[in-house]
């Protein structure tokens, strides 16, 4: 998904860091709010945990977004 919107939105490619740790965030969340419970794990109210939260953003969404960004085509 990163990489399809880092074709079109060029900042995404150019401010990876920024844009990699919004990803991670944005991620997470839709997996918590959407995915799971779409999923047949048995149901539990949503807890929000910053420090899952933290995590994601470094480990998830700061890699994808650098190695997007190593690929990038330079203008």
Do not use: E, Q, W
Not at 20 to 43: D, F
Not at 61 to 71: E, K, M, N, T
Request: aromatic share 6%.
């Amino acid at each position: 998904m990163y990489h399809g919107a880092s074709r079109r939105l060029r900042v995404l490619s150019s401010r990876p860091a920024r844009s990699g740790m919004a990803y991670g965030a944005t991620v997470y969340v839709i997996m918590n709010l959407v995915v799971v419970p779409l999923s047949a794990v048995p149901k539990r109210p949503f807890a929000f945990d910053v420090v899952i939260l933290v995590v994601h953003m470094i480990c998830v969404g700061l890699p994808i977004a650098l190695s997007v960004s190593r690929s990038a085509p330079k203008a």
